[in-house]
């Protein structure tokens, strides 16, 4: 059964660097049928899409954070990682990864979720 | 705002069929690109309901079906039982944004 599994701090100083990765256990994440993306939730809000990345290291984000993300893959530890740069309290929200199917954008929905991770932008 | 439109709330009493829209535009649903729909319960991740239009990905219930047509897209719950009581989410793919987009969510009540 596959597992994805987000771990970073959960308190972040405003203008610093959020960093989040997530594990894969169950699969690889080498598998060219998968894309690999994070997902944020601001507490009480919907969700929004962050970016997703392929096993090559492919990036896809979404333009209102683009500049200020990147997303990575470290196909050794079967994980990949998030960092969001000069965050503010408008980013404090539970960051999921999740795993994209198919490896298409237009067609791509997300079936397998994280358990999610609150991160909380201080002042 | 969110790119795809859903009511923040629907309701229906036990055993009624529940209906809940989630409305695009021309670069999105409108472009025929696939709406999946996800469920979340409080405090716990979303979980996938329907994905491309209406198919339901293994375990999810046959009473829970979607629907597409033009610019918007439709969930279904038919006999709505207690334990749906949750947040939908719906999501697609939107060509100008070059990426996914997700809906608002509508919150289900089950009276």
């Known amino acids: 059964q596959l597992q994805l599994q987000e771990s970073g701090p959960g308190l972040v100083k405003a203008s610093e660097t959020l960093s989040l990765t997530c594990t894969v256990s169950?699969?690889?994440?080498?598998?060219?049928?998968?894309?690999w993306g994070w997902i944020r939730q601001p507490p009480g809000k919907g969700l929004q899409w962050i970016g997703t990345?392929?096993?090559?290291?492919?990036?896809y984000y979404t333009p209102s954070l683009k500049s200020r993300v990147t997303i990575s893959v470290d196909t050794s530890k079967n994980q990949f990682s998030l960092k969001l740069s000069s965050v503010t309290a408008a980013d404090t929200a539970i960051y999921y990864c999740?795993?994209?199917?198919?490896?298409?954008?237009?067609?791509?929905?997300?079936?397998?979720w994280g358990q999610g991770a609150l991160v909380t932008v201080s002042s | 705002q969110s790119v795809l439109t859903q009511p923040p709330s629907v309701s229906g009493a036990p055993g009624q069929r529940v209906t809940m829209s989630c409305t695009g535009t021309?670069?999105?649903?409108?472009?025929?690109?696939?709406v999946h729909w996800y469920q979340q319960f409080p405090g716990t991740a979303p979980k996938l309901l329907i994905y491309?239009?209406?198919n339901r990905p293994s375990g999810v219930p046959d009473r829970f079906s979607g629907s597409k047509s033009a610019t918007s897209a439709s969930l279904a719950i038919t006999g709505v039982q207690a334990e749906d009581e949750a947040d939908y989410y719906c999501?697609?793919?939107?060509?100008?944004?070059?990426?996914?987009?997700f809906g608002g969510g509508t919150k289900l009540t089950v009276l």
């Open positions: 999740a795993r994209g199917v198919p490896a298409v954008a237009p067609y791509t929905h997300f079936d397998y």
């Open positions: 169950g699969g690889s994440i080498t598998s060219s049928t998968y894309y």
């Open positions: 990345i392929y096993y090559s290291g492919s990036t």
């Open positions: 021309g670069s999105n649903i409108g472009a025929g690109y696939d």
């Open positions: 491309a239009n209406n």
């Open positions: 999501q697609s793919y939107d060509s100008s944004l070059s990426g996914s987009v």
